[in-house]
């Protein structure tokens, strides 16, 4: 299972960004789906999932700002990032669970300046 990520970049404080992380199996719909990040010198964080039926869930720091979704026709998930903050700055992994093993993309980069 091979994981692409993109969409990445720089963005002023309360600018947006969409990630997107395309998953190479069509077995995508059965996958549960999420997003983590690390920022220099932290340990990764998660920051949002989605289970296979479309619940998600997410870390109380970005709730209300970030949006994950999926379209299961392009076996793709999205991080729609909303009011950006600085403390948003870090390398952005997706990630994939299906029957109990992980599957992890290379990180886009999120730079936030103030």
């Known amino acids: 299972v091979q994981l692409q990520a993109s969409g990445g970049g720089v963005v002023q404080a309360g600018g947006s960004l969409r990630l997107s992380c395309t998953v190479s199996?069509?077995?995508?719909?059965?996958?549960?789906m999420g997003w983590s990040r690390q920022a220099p010198g932290k340990e990764r964080e998660w920051v949002a999932g989605?289970?296979?039926?479309?619940?998600?869930n997410y870390v109380d720091s970005v709730k209300g700002r970030f949006t994950i979704s999926r379209d299961n026709a392009k076996n793709t998930v999205y991080l729609q990032m909303n009011s950006l903050q600085p403390e948003d700055t870090a390398v952005y992994y997706c990630?994939?669970?299906?029957?109990?093993?992980?599957?992890w993309g290379q990180g886009t980069q999120v730079t936030v300046s103030s």
């Open positions: 990630n994939a669970l299906l029957a109990g093993s992980w599957y």
């Open positions: 989605i289970t296979s039926e479309g619940s998600t």
């Open positions: 199996r069509s077995i995508f719909r059965l996958m549960s």
